[in-house]
Every structure is written in structure tokens, then in C-alpha cells.
């Protein structure tokens, strides 16, 4: 069973968690635009 990996994220006093459903195989550009997406950045 793959270990499951949660990511908890603050901007500007927002916090967001991400459940990585697959992290043998996401890479941090994956996560960025995660992140991105999340938070409406360009």
C-alpha cells in the first residue's frame, strides 16, 4: 500500500491542503501547478 501524502499550503493567510493521490510519480512541477491553480497565480 503507497504511503498517502497530504500537503498543507499557506499564502497570504489561506491555507489549503492537497491530497498527492499518487507520489511515486508526481513531480514538484505537478505540485507547483497544484499550488498554482489553487491560488490563482500566473
Do not use: H
Not at 498554482?36 to 497565480?41: A, G, H, Q, Y
Amino acid at each position: 500500500m503507497e504511503p498517502q501524502v497530504t500537503l498543507n499550503v499557506t499564502f497570504k493567510n489561506e491555507i489549503q491542503s492537497f491530497l498527492v493521490s499518487d507520489p511515486e510519480n508526481t513531480t514538484w512541477a505537478d505540485i507547483e501547478a497544484m499550488v498554482k491553480v489553487s491560488f490563482d497565480l500566473n
